[in-house]
């Protein structure tokens, strides 16, 4: 058994074309698997296909709103037909509106939860069942340090990301007997176009990340390429409804 070997597998990364998502298609194509980034910003999308092809990679663009039922499972039916499986899903698309509770509308609360968490929920749904014809499959959900702590300016983002780590759970008993292995990833300050939009929102937020993070600097996508191939690939079989953080230390200082 090659542990970390992801040729022959097709994966799927919502959110595939930047930041943390991309970071970890990178990691994927780079352990030989086929890749479909799959996001709402086409010209994002084929500039990620096209750095993902350099390496070796068979990958295409396929647009998607994860909050859109229909759209995902056009999604999961259209890569099934190009590659002719779907073994890996990365649910990595997410927003945030960074506001205080009490200043949240309704409709804010809906799109943060709809995109983060109903999104993740759909998109694994659709590929349970081509997963499970194949034999087994790799779901791995993008939690968050705020499915841990709690910060006041995130409360719909903070309930979409601590109920990613449940969903998983979730899934991860319901589908074990189906060899579908569902784990989550809870990234650190990662360096980010929504990280960046948040230090521009809330002052002092840089100073106060750094001082915080033992390894003392911000994450950047390419730290998430490891934790992708390991939750991808055989190595990982008997890991399960697991959280996993990748940090810099973040959450070891409790």
């Given at each position: 058994?090659?542990?970390?070997?992801?040729?022959g597998?097709?994966?799927?990364?919502?959110?595939?074309?930047?930041?943390?998502g991309?970071?970890?298609?990178?990691?994927?194509?780079s352990?030989?698997?086929?890749?479909v980034?799959?996001?709402?910003?086409?010209?994002k999308?084929?500039?990620?296909?096209?750095?993902?092809?350099a390496?070796?990679?068979?990958?295409?663009?396929?647009?998607?709103?994860?909050?859109?039922?229909?759209?995902v499972?056009?999604?999961?039916?259209?890569?099934?037909s190009?590659?002719?499986?779907?073994?890996?899903?990365v649910?990595?698309?997410?927003?945030?509106v960074?506001?205080?509770?009490?200043e949240?509308?309704?409709?804010?609360?809906?799109?943060?939860?709809?995109?983060?968490?109903t999104?993740?929920?759909?998109?694994?749904?659709?590929?349970y069942?081509?997963?499970?014809?194949?034999?087994g499959?790799?779901?791995?959900?993008?939690?968050?340090?705020?499915?841990?702590?709690?910060t006041?300016?995130?409360?719909?983002?903070?309930?979409?990301?601590?109920g990613?780590?449940?969903?998983?759970?979730?899934?991860?008993?319901?589908?074990a007997r189906?060899?579908?292995?569902?784990?989550?990833?809870?990234?650190?300050?990662?360096?980010?176009?929504?990280?960046?939009?948040?230090?521009?929102?809330?002052?002092?937020?840089?100073e106060?990340?750094?001082?915080?993070?033992?390894?003392?600097?911000?994450?950047?996508?390419?730290?998430?390429a490891?934790?992708?191939?390991?939750?991808?690939?055989?190595?990982?079989?008997y890991?399960?409804?697991?959280a996993?953080?990748?940090?810099?230390?973040y959450?070891?200082?409790?």
């Open positions: 058994m090659q542990a970390f070997d992801l040729s597998r097709v994966a799927i990364v919502t959110g595939g074309n930047g930041g943390i991309f970071g970890m298609a990178k990691g994927l194509a352990a030989g698997a086929a890749v980034v799959a996001a709402r910003n086409r010209g999308s084929v500039a990620a296909v096209r750095q993902l092809q390496l070796g990679s068979r990958a295409e663009a396929i647009e998607v709103d994860v909050s859109d039922e229909a759209s499972q056009r999604l999961v039916e259209e890569t099934a190009r590659f002719g499986r779907v073994d890996v899903l649910n990595n698309a997410g927003t945030n960074r506001k205080r509770p009490e949240l509308t309704l409709a804010e609360w809906r799109l943060v939860l709809d995109t983060n968490l999104g993740a929920f759909l998109t694994s749904k659709a590929a069942p081509h997963m499970k014809a194949a034999g499959g790799k779901i791995i959900n993008i939690g968050s340090m705020m499915s841990i702590f709690g006041p300016f995130v409360a719909a983002y903070a309930a979409s990301k601590g990613i780590v449940q969903l998983t759970k979730a899934l991860a008993t319901a589908w189906d060899n579908i292995q569902v784990n989550a990833v809870l990234p650190g300050w990662i360096d980010t176009e929504l990280t960046r939009r948040a230090r521009e929102d809330v002052p002092g937020l840089h106060w990340v750094l001082a915080r993070i033992p390894k003392g600097y911000w994450g950047s996508g390419d730290d998430l490891g934790i992708a191939v390991f939750l991808a690939g055989p190595a990982s079989d890991v399960t409804g697991a996993i953080p990748v940090d810099g230390g959450a070891a200082l409790g």
